[in-house]
């Protein structure tokens, strides 16, 4: 299933107050995708300290149509969490591949203020970038959530985290 560089490309980071929570709607989404009933750009869980840093606790690893997901979930976690908020070497060395992937500044800078928002201190979040096709099984499968922030990506911003990750 080829991607589209015109098809509208969302963000959502799903924010939850267990670990439990979110590994569950983590699964399912990694069970969808592995499974080809939907496609993802990056999938990455994460979770919130009570030092307020992020820190990446899995990302989608598959190797799948020739995909590099740990580093596009990386360029992906590069989109929204500035360095200050990232915990761990390994996080900053793949999320440096996103800063700057979304052509608007504001936008960067609208995003990672919901994030602050979203994912309070002592939670989990999933952060996914997909294709809005996936819009309606997705919703599902982040069934725990607390809350789910949405934001439309421009494509041509998508298509260069996924570049940058190759």
């Given amino acids: 299933m080829g991607s589209d560089s015109n ?15 979110a590994q569950d709607d983590w699964a399912a989404i990694k069970q969808l995708a592995e499974d080809d009933v939907i496609t993802v750009d990056g999938l990455v869980l994460v979770s919130r300290g009570s030092d307020g840093k992020i820190n990446v606790d899995d990302d989608f690893h598959s190797a799948r149509k020739g995909a590099a997901w740990g580093a596009v979930g990386g360029a992906v976690i590069g989109l929204i969490f500035p360095p200050s908020l990232l915990a761990g070497a390994a996080v900053g060395a793949g999320a440096g591949l996103g800063i700057g ?15 602050e928002d979203i994912l309070p201190l002592n939670s989990s979040g999933i952060v996914a970038l997909f294709e809005e096709q996936w819009v309606a099984e997705v ?16 494509a041509d911003s998508a298509t260069e985290v ?5």
């Fill in 101 to 115: 992937g979304l052509k608007s500044h504001r936008e960067k800078k609208a995003i990672k203020a919901e994030v």
């Fill in 7 to 21: 098809v509208p490309v969302d963000l959502y980071i799903a924010a939850y107050p267990d670990a439990k929570g």
């Fill in 139 to 154: 919703d599902k499968a982040l069934s725990h959530a607390d809350q789910v922030m949405k934001q439309e990506v421009d």
């Fill in 162 to 166: 996924k570049n940058a990750a190759k």
